[in-house]
């Protein structure tokens, strides 16, 4: 008597065993984006509610995310084991978790150009912001346009279709915004330079957390296209796509919880409350010679205070100067310290 015929198994290392380690390093990166948004509302209870609706909103749709990546995986590795045909149909959660990540990383793209409309000069500030802001918006319609139409066809057969109308240009575009976003605040932040060493220290820091924040994101948005150009029959380039959002998720809480950190490095920092913040007009009606009076007691010297939705952060440095800094990015400038609690400081206008 002959032995029973076994079924072929399909060999999926390359395809959903491909997407499944992508699943367990995205699950990883989300235990760190929980964990960064826990210490940010411990940390920065007082910061304004634009800033905590962000993100709540970022933490919101990373576990939206997570859990549609989960149940993709469960769908085609628990439900249908052993059922080949059903590997070939792209399931619904599948490409909603591209759509989740795709609108995680608009978000976070969208809140360093507001921070470059507000700190750029009013010369520049609209064409610049605006041209960054089209690069963004393109980038996520792009992508959007991409999850629909695997929404509407579902064959995985069919991923190789838009190597050359969505997958290049999606990646190209990600990659463009984000060098803008980089290149445009380290000039901003270059030309905010004194001739204090903290100052310049912590704006070298700031420079260089924008320079990597861009570095990182391209290179995994480049590395994801480049494994779908070269090898398009393989899902790699999908387990890739798992981990891109969360890593700019990851990026905009880095660099909000960043702030006391590099507050502490440029000195003793000391948060101002804005009932203490009055402004003054300076001599000829001169806007740009505005004043911003700072009276500094201990009662305050734990509150925080918001211009504008920025931090203001004061901080002494070693020749007995006061500086006060816009938190998120920016140094706006120096003055000295009027006894006995009391700190001018001229408000540039740009």
């Known amino acids: 008597m ?6 072929t198994r399909p060999k999926i290392d390359d395809t959903y065993g491909a997407a499944f380690i992508g699943m367990l390093f995205a699950t990883m990166l989300y235990g760190l984006t929980t964990l960064q948004t826990y210490f940010y509302f411990v940390y920065y209870p007082q910061d304004g509610m634009e800033n905590k609706f962000l993100v709540s909103l970022v933490w919101f749709l990373d576990t939206i995310q997570t859990v549609l990546v989960s149940e993709s995986m469960y769908h ?13 149909i792209g399931h619904w959660s599948l490409f909603v978790s591209i759509a989740v990540n795709v609108t995680v990383s608009f978000c976070v793209q969208c809140f360093f150009t507001v921070r470059i409309f507000r700190l750029s000069p009013h010369k520049v500030r609209w064409w610049l912001s605006s041209f960054i802001a089209l690069i963004v ?17 579902k064959e995985m057969k069919r991923l190789p279709e838009i190597k050359l109308t969505s997958a290049t240009p999606f990646a190209t575009l990600s990659v463009l915004a984000d060098t803008l976003i980089a ?35 391209s290179f995994v948005e480049l590395a994801a296209v480049i494994v779908f150009v070269i090898s398009p029959g393989t899902l ?9 959002g969360k890593l700019y998720a990851n990026s905009l809480l880095a660099t909000l919880n960043s702030r006391n950190a590099l507050g502490a490095s440029s000195g003793t920092m000391q948060s101002v409350p804005l009932s203490g913040i009055e402004f003054q007009q300076g001599t000829g009606g001169d806007i740009s010679q505005r004043s911003i009076v700072l ?13 504008d939705g920025t931090d203001i952060l004061t901080s002494k440095n070693e020749t007995g100067n006061f500086l006060v800094e816009q938190a998120q990015t920016s140094i706006i400038i120096f003055h000295p310290l009027h006894p006995p609690d009391l700190v001018e400081v001229p408000l540039v206008v740009p």
């Open 76 to 88: 085609y590795l628990v439900t249908n084991y052993a059922n080949p045909p059903a590997l070939a």
């Open 137 to 153: 918006l393109s980038h996520f319609c792009i992508g959007i346009r991409t999850v629909i139409f695997l929404l509407i066809e």
């Open 183 to 217: 290149l445009a605040l380290c000039i901003l932040l270059h030309g905010s330079r004194t001739g204090f060493r903290h100052t310049n220290k912590l704006v070298t820091m700031l420079m260089i957390y924008a320079i990597n924040r861009c570095l990182l994101t």
């Open 2 to 7: 002959s032995a029973p015929v076994l079924p």
């Open 236 to 244: 790699w380039f999908l387990g890739i796509e798992f981990v891109i």
């Open 295 to 307: 009276n500094i007691s201990n009662s305050d010297s734990q509150k925080a205070g918001a211009i």
